[in-house]
């Protein structure tokens, strides 16, 4: 269930975890181009799963098989053929990610893990955030069983799977894009490292909010008040940068609205590693994309989190004990200046935040390297 490089999140995930396993792996990727276009190129075997949609006659029939011959795993049987029945005794990982959040992908999900189990594989659910109301339903607890390990990112989903019944070889460990290696290219004009508000922001983000164009007036409004009470410069960073979901739509526009300053930076799109250098290199980070937020708490920078699901509030309770003030849900925000609010609570308690991830992180990192020993014993 690896989607591609183009969400840098989902290929932090997928470089930390290649790192990390006891053998080479095999990654059956939505889009081998932008993997190899990144930082996955030469780090592990690419095999691109097979496109029904893309076929206008692949697609009737493999409609028509499950629609009249009652075989719902088929179209997946030809989407993921490279790998079926193969590799049975290695790991079979789905990353999880926020992948049970959306409705859209729950289907494909249960049918993979249901096919590859028929086949005799030994599947694990890797760094996986759940919504807890989920969990109530009757199929996703038997989809969860099938599972021979779960592997919680934070604990709001841990404890859901654990209130759920699931006990047995559930663990939590952190996201392992935590552990994601930090690469610092030369910086552009008018980034001054130290002293940047580094802002991303998201389509998904933006089609989450209750008030409509609340989000990116937010946004407006927060980085005209940097720029007229602070000394700090604005850099602008995508995370995400796939056709139909894209954070340079949005980002372009508040960078066109704020060029004249000379005070905004906009970030070419890169790889992880070369995007974690620049956040990294920010005095504050307020970001939408949970992995650019990853990539700026492992680096000990002072975030906010723009969120609107349970991963953004469980990693956030978990590194600070609570995810109130750490967390502005999209979903709340009614007036123009609660961005700013949340800027200033930030700015107020840098030192606090600063002092308590420098406290916690190390220990924290430890955690998420244990997915490397957990993942090793599965495998043998």
């Known amino acids: 269930m690896h989607a591609g490089s183009g969400n840098h999140g989902c290929e932090a995930i997928a470089n930390t975890v290649c790192k990390m396993l006891p053998k080479p792996a095999i990654i059956v990727t939505n889009s081998a181009a932008e993997d190899e276009r990144y930082s996955l190129k030469g780090l592990c075997t690419l095999i691109e799963e097979k496109k029904i949609r893309e076929n206008f006659f692949i697609h009737v029939y493999y409609y028509l098989k499950e629609r009249y011959l009652h075989d719902p795993e088929a179209a997946l049987r030809y989407r993921f053929g490279e790998v079926c029945g193969r590799n049975l005794r290695a ?162 526009r508040l960078y066109e609205d704020f060029k004249e300053t000379g005070r905004i930076v906009l970030i070419e799109d890169c790889g992880c590693e070369e995007l974690k250098g620049y956040i990294a290199r920010c005095r504050f980070f307020i970001g939408a994309r949970t992995h650019a937020t990853i990539a700026a708490y492992s680096s000990l920078v002072p975030t906010l989190v723009v969120g609107y699901s349970v991963k953004a509030r469980g990693i956030a309770k978990d590194l600070f004990g609570t995810w109130e003030d750490y967390v502005l849900p999209v979903q709340s925000l009614r007036q123009e200046g609660e961005l700013i609010e949340g800027f200033e609570w930030l700015k107020n308690q840098e030192q606090f935040v600063k002092t308590r991830l420098e406290k916690v992180m190390p220990a924290y990192l430890e955690r998420a390297r244990q997915m490397g020993k957990i993942l090793g014993k599965l495998a043998e």
């Open 91 to 252: 790991l079979n990982i789905s990353i999880g990610g926020d992948n049970y959040c959306y409705d859209l992908l729950l289907k494909d999900l249960k049918l993979a893990n249901q096919m590859f189990n028929s086949q005799g594989a030994k599947t694990v659910l890797l760094g996986c955030s759940i919504e807890p109301e989920l969990l109530a339903e009757p199929d996703i607890i038997d989809d969860m069983r099938r599972y021979s390990s779960i592997i919680a990112r934070e604990s709001i989903t841990w404890q859901a799977l654990q209130d759920a019944g699931l006990k047995d070889n559930t663990y939590l460990v952190p996201d392992p894009a935590f552990l994601l290696e930090t690469i610092k290219k030369p910086l552009p004009e008018n980034f001054t490292e130290g002293g940047m508000v580094g802002l991303n922001v998201s389509p998904l983000v933006v089609e989450n909010e209750a008030v409509p164009g609340i989000t990116m007036e937010n946004y407006r409004a927060l980085i005209r008040h940097i720029l007229d009470t602070t000394q700090m410069n604005v850099a602008l960073i995508p995370h995400v940068v796939w056709k139909n979901n894209d954070d340079r739509t949005v980002l372009k």
